[in-house]
């Protein structure tokens, strides 16, 4: 089997790289760009720019994989979905914490929804069924750190998981899609 073969045969160009990978070069020089013109609010070191850097190198690396696995814009659709809600989920969580500040112990839980989503996809070896069933279980992991920050007494984290569990099943719905077709 050819290593750029599909799981669906058909190869597709694509048609979002360009306009993907500039939209992140354009998220890392807006946090520059803030400092140069004297946004108060605006305060990054070297560092903040190299975390962000390869969080943004990741999610499209993620996203070029997926649009890789198929030519179906449904499929390709629901993996973006799926590797934004990740990259902004670590974003905001490493930015400022979810449940209570960055600093909270709590917050640790949400690497254990990316470990299920990350475990599912490899199990489902990025087959649409598949993945449609590991973004379920990710939506139950998520669920389940509702549950603790619910027991933290954090109603952003509960209602940003709320948010997140929705992303995660339309994820799924979308790779269900894809597998019908």
């Not at 500039?22 to 975390?51: C, E, K, N, Q, Y």
């Not at 989920?89 to 209570?100: P, R, S």
Request: glycine share 10%; aromatic share 10%.
């Amino acid at each position: 089997m050819a290593t750029n073969m599909e799981l669906d045969g058909a190869r597709r160009p694509n048609r979002w790289r360009i306009p993907v990978w500039g939209a992140a070069a354009s998220l890392l020089l807006l946090p520059a760009i803030a400092m140069r013109v004297g946004t108060t609010g605006v305060h990054w070191t070297g560092s903040d720019f190299v975390v962000f850097g390869a969080m943004l190198f990741v999610a499209c690396g993620l996203y070029e994989l997926g649009a890789m696995m198929s030519g179906r814009t449904v499929y390709r659709a629901a993996f973006a979905i799926a590797v934004g809600a990740g990259f902004f989920m670590v974003w905001v969580n490493i930015a400022v914490g979810i449940i209570g500040s960055e600093h909270n112990p709590a917050n640790l839980a949400f690497a254990g929804v990316l470990i299920v989503a990350i475990v599912g996809a490899l199990a489902a070896r990025f087959r649409p069924l598949g993945m449609s069933r590991a973004m379920v279980a990710t939506a139950v992991a998520q669920a389940l750190v509702a549950g603790i920050a619910a027991m933290e007494r954090s109603i952003e984290g509960v209602a940003l998981s709320v948010c997140f569990i929705a992303v995660w099943l339309a994820s799924a719905a979308l790779f269900r899609k894809a597998a019908q077709q």
